[in-house]
T-cell receptor, first 109, second 115 residues
Framework: QKEVEQNSGPLSVPEGAIASLNCTYS??????FFWYRQYSGKSPELIMF????GDKEDGRFTAQLNKASQYVSLLIRDSQPSDSATYLC?????????FGEGTQLTVNP | DAMVIQNPRYQVTQFGKPVTLSCSQT?????MYWYQQKSSQAPKLLFH???????NEADTPDNFQSRRPNTSFCFLDIRSPGLGDAAMYLC??????????????FGAGTRLSVL
């Protein structure tokens, strides 16, 4: 079992819709979770991090964490074509980040 | 302004010819990381430095070495590149190792090609 698993993509949504990206983790010792956006051929860019159960909102982005279910999600409201990218979920436990393999999102105009 | 700078952006080397990739940071962060990322895969941690303390991942091949001469700079040396080492190499920094503060900032990456 992979330590961090993301829902298989690719995911395609129309412009203006809500995109939902999901991630599960196996290490209960993971304390913080990070969502990175990575455009093709570019490096990962941090979008949000969360370490408390519940929701955390930043503009059009909402991260959700449920430690009991070992589940993390990222919602993107009012999706834009510029949101088209691969989204990486990462969990931090101890001294390292463990990345999922990413979910490719395409927002269609 | 870029805070984590990698040079060069693109590197072409020959099979078996040593190559060095460079990373510098202006954040004064304690931790610097090197990742390898192949197409459509997650970044794979090779090693990290906490200050001067070097931490190698168990599955990092001996072919990969690193140096951190000072806080700002970190180098990745590939002693004898093979075709399978062609990848994007990402440098990242974080202020500390504690999970809640382990926000990692990535450089733009160096794409390595091996001929």
């Amino acid at each position: 079992q992979k330590e961090v698993e993301q829902n298989s993509g690719p995911l395609s949504v129309p412009e203006g819709a809500i995109a939902s990206l999901n991630c599960t983790y196996s290490d209960r010792g993971s304390q913080s979770f990070f969502w990175y956006r990575q455009y093709s051929g570019k490096s990962p860019e941090l979008i949000m991090f969360i370490y408390s159960n519940g929701d955390k909102e930043d503009g059009r982005f909402t991260a959700q964490l449920n430690k009991a279910s070992q589940y993390v999600s990222l919602l993107i409201r009012d999706s834009q074509p510029s949101d088209s990218a691969t989204y990486l979920c990462a969990g931090a436990g101890g001294s390292r980040l463990t990345f999922g393999e990413g979910t490719q999102l395409t927002v269609n105009p | 302004d870029a805070m984590v700078i990698q040079n060069p952006r693109y590197q072409v080397t020959q099979f078996g010819k040593p190559v060095t990739l460079s990373c510098s940071q202006t954040l004064n962060h304690n931790v610097m990381y090197w990742y390898q990322q192949k197409s459509s895969q997650a970044p794979k941690l090779l090693f990290h430095y906490y200050d001067k303390d070097f931490n190698n991942e168990a599955d990092t091949p001996d072919n990969f070495q690193s140096r951190r001469p000072n806080t700002s700079f970190c180098f990745l040396d590939i002693r004898s590149p093979g075709l399978g080492d062609a990848a994007m190499y990402l440098c990242a920094t974080s202020r500390d190792l504690l999970a809640a503060e382990n926000i990692q900032y990535f450089g733009a990456g160096t794409r390595l090609s091996v001929l």
